[in-house]
């Protein structure tokens, strides 16, 4: 079918910049319209009222786009070219990203709710992820191997092909970066599904990766339902790898779907439920900021959340009343665009609902509110940082994963007790230790059963530094050298001499 171009739509942002949005699905260089027309409205979170229009991608969409990406693989020499041009078009798409970072991360703000701070932040490691991946493109090779002077052994790493790439809602452009990036520097070419509720971002970014001339048909970015396009993606018999970021249910189903498919090779970062002990001797000038950062950054919004903190019984009382103090007198809720506000809105009335929903339960369950329990505006999709104390291990706010911002203390007496139930999870995405005690804190980092462990930090990401889960928190690894091993396939060659 003929594809219809879809128009741009002159957007003013709170802070008085104006930029020109994309509509349309993004596929082969062209924004179109989806096969059907149909739209979905884009809101936004602390105002509750609508921004755009976007297109909402079908069946026949997904095909089309994969179509585009088989063929830029198969037929261009984007997969083949010297891994220095793909570089460059790296270093050149860093660069115009570093040019518009104010943008970008207005952008953010407006579709996602976070604090303008929190985006300019998040925009800058999406820029460093993608000038590592520029970094790292000629960096991957094989190895030979010497099995005796009758043979010559070698291998090769290769890219995989068709990638599709589906990402959560919390941050739209950091997870788009964490994946776009190593998957084009290796030779792959995306078909990318953002969430439904923050597509704005990832469609912008798609214009500047036409605007530094990377080919046709290399970045594909789709919007729409996941129940629709993401099954596409994941079934589709062309598309050789999915990596997803979401909730473990999801992930679960994906890994299933896909691998009963076409054995799709699969990268999954999923839910977490991570804990955060603070030790008797920790400094808690040095530790209630890292408590905050740990749960109430991107109000909580955040897999590796520090959402379930474990203080040693010499520290606990005094925690409590410390953290409550701290956290009535430094963190603002409200406008993201107010620069002194630390934590903005909700990201969608769904996840907002769900939060309020488990602060009820909390309470009916027994446990007490420290601060917090509320709402915090009468109109937008503001919560008060919230923490229930005197929890029962078996709570439903300690085993599950709420994703709001919403934390449980509880209290341990020695250090096996405390890291006993930090493991007592079924996820293990991030942990994090609070001490003075350098002999402490590297014997309880290897105890605990999770792909991440900050020390005296939180929430604290460098794009160098691998990110992935243990258990039910997924498989694989975002940043980091390991990446490159997810959008890669090493083939062997042996020639008998």
Not at 8 to 34: A, D, M, R
């Amino acid at each position: 079918m003929a594809y219809k171009t879809a128009a741009t739509k002159t957007i003013k942002l709170p802070n008085g910049l104006t930029y020109e949005q994309p509509t349309g699905l993004f596929i082969n260089n062209e924004f179109v319209e989806s096969s059907d027309g149909k739209t979905m409205t884009i809101e936004n979170p602390s105002t509750q009222e609508p921004i755009v229009d976007v297109f909402s991608a079908t069946k026949e969409d997904v095909d089309y786009a994969v179509d585009c990406a088989e063929r830029a693989f198969e037929k261009s020499d984007w997969a083949t070219q010297d891994p220095k041009v793909r570089a460059r078009y790296l270093s050149k798409l860093a660069d115009l990203m570093e040019e518009q970072l104010e943008l970008i991360a207005s952008i953010e703000t407006l579709d996602n709710g976070k604090t303008i701070a929190l985006s300019r932040g998040d925009v800058q490691l999406s820029i460093n992820c993608i000038r590592d991946a520029a970094s790292y493109a000629d960096k991957v090779d094989g190895r030979s191997i010497d099995t005796g002077d009758g043979y010559m052994n070698y291998t090769i790493r290769e890219p995989i092909g068709v990638c599709a790439q589906i990402i959560p809602w919390n941050f739209p452009l950091m997870m788009l970066s964490w994946k776009v990036g190593p998957a084009l520097a290796m030779g792959n070419c995306i078909v990318l599904k953002p969430a439904s509720a923050t597509p704005l971002n990832a469609l912008y970014f798609s214009s500047l990766c036409k605007q530094v001339g990377i080919p046709a048909g290399v970045v594909n970015i789709i919007p729409g339902p996941g129940g629709m396009v993401g099954t596409a993606l994941t079934t589709h018999p062309k598309v050789r790898k999915v990596a997803f970021t979401g909730s473990t249910d999801i992930g679960k189903d994906i890994a299933v779907k896909a691998s009963a498919s076409n054995l799709k090779k699969i990268t999954l970062e999923l839910g977490g439920k991570s804990a955060h002990l603070v030790f008797n001797d920790a400094n808690l000038e040095k530790t209630l900021p890292n408590l905050v950062n740990g749960i109430f950054k991107n109000a909580g919004q955040i897999c590796s959340s520090g959402s379930r903190i474990y203080a040693q019984a010499g520290i606990y009382d005094r925690l409590l009343k410390e953290f409550k103090a701290y956290i009535e007198k430094n963190i603002k809720v409200g406008n993201p665009f107010d620069e002194s506000n630390f934590q903005g809105a909700i990201t969608n009335k769904e996840q907002y609902n769900t939060i309020l929903k488990y602060i009820n339960i909390g309470k009916e369950e027994g446990a007490k509110v420290l601060t917090g329990g509320e709402t915090a505006a009468e109109k937008g999709y503001f919560i008060k940082p919230t923490v229930f104390y005197d929890v029962k291990e078996d709570m439903r706010v300690v085993k599950e994963e709420i994703f709001g911002p919403c934390v449980t203390i509880s209290k341990f007496e020695e250090i096996e007790d405390g890291v006993a139930m930090a493991n007592d999870s079924e996820f293990g995405l991030g942990a994090g230790i609070e001490t003075e005690n350098l002999s402490t804190a590297l014997k309880v980092a290897k105890m605990l059963h999770s792909g991440t462990v900050w020390i005296n930090t939180y929430n604290d990401f460098d794009s160098r530094v691998p990110f992935g889960g243990y258990k039910q928190s997924g498989y694989g690894r975002e940043m980091g050298s390991e990446v490159y091993e997810c959008y890669t396939q090493t083939k062997a060659v042996r020639i008998k001499l």
